[in-house]
């Protein structure tokens, strides 16, 4: 690939992104984002938020254990807001959750992104 990706494996309990530099292509068991709009470390944190993970179980058959299945076609269904939407202060929480894989201060900041959900 030719820019850095953020990545998702298909099966798990809970959404764990996690950014790929550019060069390598994702394995089969991966879905795998790439975005000129999104700063992919905020895409990251809110893909790890409640809110996200909300949206995905809704749309999506759980497996064994309560394993959620984040394929493209369950991902197509979450609405997120667009970027040029999303306050810079809560962009650069996002960012930082992701960075520091603290799923608390990113469903801090998605809440925020969607009060009413």
């Known amino acids: ?5 953020l990545v998702v494996q298909d099966m798990k ?10 060069g390598f292509y994702p394995h089969h068991g991966l879905t795998w984002f790439i ?3 999104w700063d ?3 895409l ?3 893909l790890m938020s409640v809110p996200i993970g909300k ?9 064994r254990g309560g394993t959620l299945r984040f394929q493209p076609t369950v ?3 979450v609405h997120i807001p667009a970027p040029d939407q999303v306050p810079a202060e809560a962009s650069s929480e996002l960012a930082a959750a992701f ?3 603290d799923r608390k201060r990113a469903n801090v900041a998605a809440w925020k992104l969607f009060p009413t959900l």
């Open 1 to 5: 690939m030719e820019q850095d990706l």
């Open 13 to 22: 309990l809970h959404a764990h992104p996690v950014r790929v530099p550019r």
């Open 99 to 101: 960075r520091l894989h």
């Open 35 to 37: 975005s000129t709009e």
């Open 55 to 63: 949206q995905v179980a809704a749309h999506c058959v759980r497996m």
């Open 75 to 77: 991902l197509r269904t």
């Open 40 to 42: 992919l470390d905020a």
């Open 44 to 46: 990251g944190g809110l």
